[in-house]
């Protein structure tokens, strides 16, 4: 009886629910299973900031509908946190919009800019919204392939000049979800040449600007000269401050395009919880000690995966930023099938590449997200079965 529009029967399939059910069958059978599977820091939001939300929601003026452009203390905020952490300014008023955490930016943003037809260049494999984002508004992937001998950039030059014409974004995510991967400066030059050759809009994610090892500091795309003409900048309180129930995060960037997504969002939704926007400000505003201290137990967990991994032949490189590691699959298996072996056999949930798009094909993806502990119990699990 009911018709489904052409629009959701094209979305790629979203393999992360089937997983969730293979996961939560093992669990209902009672078995001990270690999850590396999700992207979701395990330790908890900052103490400072729950009272910062405890407090505010005593107080009834937080119980409307907040600002549709965030409340002005909070824009304040995360432009001073930007100027400090990137050297960037930005103008609270115009050039920064908060959002009920990124993905809801990132997934209503191509409404704005996409006709039926138009194409968005997508990174493949890559965090599932650009996609859906994209096929939402009318528009059609182009998938850019990230390689390992391209050190999972995408290659601009193999676009093809047809695509090109038709294309009006380009999705940028570094330090990258699911590769691990990072871009320098000069990567980020080429893609704002690019951008402006071709009359591009550049969506640049920043989810893991923070989370990064062995003195690494991301940059933001928006340091590049002439960014600001092109550039909306995505980024997040979620993975920085262990927030990713909270729903927070931002947009910034040019002043046309951050105008545009929050037209497009003054349709769709009625602002954040004032109250969750005032513990928000707490967060931007906490010694930066916190993030350290996060990244160190992140990095030691890395080390313990990557020598326990090692130490059984397994191919790995060490990420340099985010909380995957992304491993060739060491036998001649697809991923699913891996992945589904590796639950079977070891209790052991990882995320299987092709989730992330075809080109993800061959590998797995873990998550730092649980103790060295038991980290090192997975490496005894798969030694088991080498
Ligand atoms: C986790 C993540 C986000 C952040 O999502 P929120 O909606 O802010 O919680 C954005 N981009 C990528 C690549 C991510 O992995």
């Known amino acids: 009886m009911f018709k489904l529009s052409k629009k959701i029967n094209s979305l790629p399939p979203y393999l992360f629910l089937e997983i969730d059910k293979a ?7 009672g078995r001990d299973i270690i999850d590396l599977g999700v ?4 330790q908890p939001t900052p103490k400072q900031i ?10 009834s003026k937080t119980h409307c509908y907040a600002l549709d452009q965030g409340m002005p203390v909070l824009r304040q905020a995360i432009a001073r946190w930007y100027k400090n952490r990137f050297g960037v300014t930005l103008n609270p008023e115009t050039e920064i919009l908060p959002l009920i955490g990124s993905k809801e930016g990132i997934a209503h ?3 704005a800019f996409l006709d039926e037809g138009d194409y968005s260049l997508v990174p493949d494999p890559c965090y599932p919204p650009y996609k859906g984002g994209t096929i939402f508004s009318g528009g059609r992937p182009y998938l850019m392939p990230l390689r390992e001998k391209n050190d999972f950039l995408p290659d601009l030059k193999e676009i093809p000049l047809n695509i090109r014409k038709k294309s009006r974004l380009i999705y940028i995510n570094y330090p990258n979800n699911p590769t691990g991967a990072t871009a320098e400066k000069d990567f980020y030059g080429e893609v704002i040449k690019f951008a402006d050759k071709n009359k591009l809009v550049v969506i640049s994610d920043l989810a893991y600007s923070e989370m990064a090892y062995d003195g690494y500091k991301p940059s933001s795309l928006l340091e590049v000269k002439g960014a600001k003409e092109a550039v909306i900048e995505f980024h997040s309180l979620s993975k920085t401050y262990n927030m990713t129930g909270w729903r927070i995060g931002w947009a910034c960037g040019n002043e046309k ?3 545009a997504l929050a037209k497009v969002k003054s349709n769709i939704d009625s602002g954040i919880f004032s109250a969750i926007q005032l513990a928000g400000v707490t967060a931007l505003e906490s010694p930066y000690q916190f993030i350290k201290d996060m990244c160190s137990i992140y990095q030691e967990r890395r080390d313990v995966l990557i020598a326990g991994l090692k130490s059984l032949g397994w191919q790995v490189t060490p990420p340099k930023a985010t909380f995957y590691v992304w491993i060739k699959i060491p036998v001649n298996m697809d991923s699913i099938r891996f992945s589904g072996m590796l639950l079977e056999k070891v209790n052991i949930i990882v995320t299987p590449g092709v989730g992330f798009g075809k080109y993800g094909e061959g590998y797995i993806r ?8 038991k980290i090192k119990e997975a490496i005894d699990r798969l030694r088991k079965i080498s």
């Open 23 to 29: 996961k939560r069958k093992a669990r209902a059978e």
């Open 39 to 42: 992207g979701d820091p395990d």
């Open 50 to 59: 729950i009272e910062s939300l405890c407090a505010a929601s005593q107080d």
């Open 109 to 111: 943003f191509p409404l």
């Open 257 to 259: 395009l951050i105008a």
């Open 366 to 373: 873990m998550a730092l997200t649980v103790s060295k502990e």
